[in-house]
C-alpha cells in the first residue's frame, strides 16, 4: 500500500513537470495564457518563433506584455507579428502574438513568466505565463577532420538589372556631349555665314591711307596747324604701334624713339626724319610754334617715306622685282648659270 | 620756323635766367657723388615753391645734399633733429623773460630759416609735426601775440626711415599731402659708390661756391610760373590725376578695389608745378608730357591710399603710377 503511495506520487510530480515544461498554460477566472518555444533545443544563431496565445472572454480587454528588441537577455526579437484575435465560441476568444527570436549565446535560458494586465469589476488584474526554458546549443566541433582555410566570399555573377543604370547613364552622357558638339557647330557655321571673313589690313596701308585723308583735308593750309601735326603724329604712333609692337600712344616723343632703337632699327637717315618729325610736332602741339609751310610740307613727305621704307616687303615681291624691273639682271643671272654649268663640265 | 611772340620772349629769358642751374648742380657734383634724382627734385621744391618728404635709409647723403644746396644759395640752413621728447616751442620758438629789460622777449626757434631739414620727423608726437606742417602751409609763425613771417625762400626737406618703425608717429595723409613732392632715395650705383670711398679715404671734401643769393630763387620762381603749359598737358595731367580717383573710367577697373582714394585738387596744382619746374631745370619755355612723367611718381606716390587687398596684394603705388603712366595716352 505504502509503496503503491509513492509510485502515484512519483507519477504525479512526473506528470506536473511534465505540464510545467510544455503547457506552460495559466487560467484565472475564464482567462488563460500560455506561451511556447517552436523548439526547446536550437542551434547557436536559429531563429524559432515563440508564440503566445491568450484565451479570454470576449467582453474582456487583455494588455499583453510590451517587447523591445529582446525577450530577456541574450534573445533577441527579429520580428514581432501583429496581436491577431480569432474568435473561439460564443464567449471567448483566441488572442494570439508570435515573436521570432534567435540568440548567439549558448547555455540554458530562461523566460520568467509574462505579465498580462486586465480590468474586471473596476480593478486591474493581473495573471502570469509559466516561465520557459531555451536551451541553445553550438555547433559540434569533429576534431577528427583536418582544418581547412576559411573560405572567400564567391564573387556574384553581375547581372543585366546591375548593370542597366550605368548603361542608360552612359548612353545619355554620350548623347549630350553630342548634342552639344552639334548645336556649338552650327553656331559656329552661322556666325561664319553671317560675317564674312576679312582679312586685317596691314598697318602702312592704314597709314598710308590716313595721310592721304590729312592731306586732303588740308588742315595747316586752313591755319590749323597744332591739329595737322595731332593728326600726322598720331598716325605715325598708330603705325609705330601696329608695326613695331610699340605702345607708343601711350609714351612720349623720346620714349618712343629709344624703343625704336631698341627693336633694332637701324636705319639712321629713317630715324631723324622720324625724330624731326616728333620733335617739330612736340613744338608745334605744347610750345605754340607756328612752323613755316615748307616744313609742315615736308613733314608730311618724310611720314609717307617713313612708312613707305619701313613697311615689311612681300617675300614674292622680292623674287619678282628684279627679274622685271632690271634688264641687266636677266643677262647677269644668266652669266652666273652659264658659269655655275662650264665650273661643272670642267671639274668633270 | 617763327614762333609766337610770348613763347619765343619766355624760351630766351629762360634760357638766361636759367642758367644757374646747371651752375648749382655743377657745385652741389663737387661734393655729391649720384643722386642725380634728389638734386633735381631739391631744384624742383626749391623753383615751385614746394616741400619734400625724403624717405630713404641712412647714410644716402640725404642731409649733405640739403646742406649743400644751401650753401650754394648762401640761404640760412637749419637742421632739426626729432626726437620723441621735441615740443612744438623747440621749434618755432618761444617767450622768454629777460630781467634785464623786465619784459618777455622773442626767442625765435629753428624754424627760421631759409631751409629747414627735419630729420627724421616721423619720431615726434602729432603736435610737433603739426607746428612744423602749419608753418609750412601759412609760412608764418605767431607766438605770444605777434606773428612773424618765416624766410623766402622757405623750403622743407622732412626726412623719413623706412626702416625701424617701432615708436614712431606715421605722418596722417592729410599732412603728407602738404608736401609737393615724396622723393625715394635710392642707393648709390657701384660707380658711385667707388667715387665715394675714394674721396672718403683722401679726405679731400670739396666745399661748394655760392653762386646766388636767396632772392634770385624767389625771381627765378617767378620765371617758373611764366612757363607756357598747354592745354593738352593740362588734359595729361587731370588724365592722371582723375584716372586715380575713377580708374574705371580709364579702362583700368583692375584698380578700383586697390585705391581707397585718389589724388586731390593738390596733387593736380602740384604736379602742374613741379612740370614747370622741371621744364625750367631743362631750360625750356614750355612744358611738354615728358616733364609731367618725370616728376608724376614724386608727386602722386604719397597722395594715393592703398586699400587692404592693395596691402596683401603686395601692390604699391609705384606699381599704380607705372599703369597709369603705361595706360593714359600722351597728349
Redesign the interface.
Known sequence: MKQSMMIGRKWLGISTIYLCMFMHAVVAQDISVRTFFERDTILIGDQILFSIEVTQPRTLDVFFPVFADTLVDKIEILEQSSIDTIKATNDLTHVNQSLLITCFDSGSHRIPGLKFTYITKNQEQEIFSQPSQLQVLTMPLDTTQAIFDIKMPYQAPLTFSELLPYFLGGTLAIAVILLAVWYFRQRRRKKVGYVPFKPSEPPHIIALRKLDKLKEKRLWQNKKVKLYY?NLTEILRIYLEGRYQI?A???????ILWFLKNTGFNDNNLYLKLKEILQLA??V????????PQ?NETSLLDAYSFINETKPVEPAKLSEKPVEADDNNNSNLEKMHNKELSDNISSK | MTNQVDIKEINARIEQESAFVEMIILEMNKVIVGQKHLLDSLLIGLLSNGHILLEGLPGLAKTLAIKTLADTIEAKFSRIQFTPDLLPADLIGTLIYSQKKEEFIVKKGPVFANIILADEINRSPAKVQSALLEAMQERQITIGSETYPLGDPFLVLATQNPIEQEGTYPLPEAQVDRFMLKVVIDYPNMEEEKLIIRENLAAVFPTPNSILKPKDIVKARQTVREVYMDEKIERYILDIVFSTRNPGDYKMEKFTNLIAYGGSPRASINLAFASKAYAFIKRRGYVIPEDVRQVCHDVMRHRIGLTYEAEAENITSEEIISEILDTIEVP
Do not use: G, N, Q, R
Request: glycine share 0%.
Open positions: 595731332t605702345d600712344m601711350e609714351h612720349t616723343s623720346e620714349e612736340d613744338l602741339k605744347f610750345a605754340k610754334v607756328k612752323p613755316l616744313e
